[in-house]
């Protein structure tokens, strides 16, 4: 298939496909005589695993270590768990981190609850104020 047909089964940027090749993460697909890229089933099903990854917030170094794994078929995969765990470990500080983030933005804004002039609002006053150390 062409890279536009590849693009439309699997939901992905022409140039998105563009950079994983780059990127080294999709082997270069064959070119025909006029030169167009031509991508098989081991593309399609490289690039879904790619693109699953990302939908788990998975950088393209993480990603690339994943397929280092993938391509070594017959190897242990306890390195994949530990690689997972430490991925959770890292979306569960980001959760906390965003908790927290959403706790001082309710404190922002229960500092203005009447529609006044921008002189007056608790809001931007507040802004304006130094960081508060944690």
């Known amino acids: 298939m062409k890279i536009g047909e ?9 140039e998105t496909i563009r950079f994983y090749e780059q990127e080294g993460l999709l082997p270069k697909p064959a070119r025909t005589e006029g030169n167009f890229r031509i991508y098989g089933q081991q593309h399609l099903q490289r690039l879904t695993f790619i693109r699953h990854c990302r939908s788990l917030d998975m950088a393209l170094n993480e990603i690339r270590q994943l397929l280092r794994f993938k391509d070594l078929p017959n190897e242990n995969c306890g390195s994949v768990n530990n690689f997972l765990d430490s991925h959770i470990e890292t979306v569960t500080n980001r959760i906390k981190d965003l908790r927290q983030l959403e706790k001082q933005l309710r404190e922002l804004r229960e500092l203005c609850h009447a529609n006044q002039d921008s002189a007056h609002c608790g809001i931007l006053n507040e802004l304006s104020q130094p960081v508060k150390s944690l």
Request: avoid cysteine; glycine fraction near 0%; aromatic fraction near 0%.
């Open 6 to 14: 590849l693009a439309k089964v699997t939901d992905t940027q022409v």
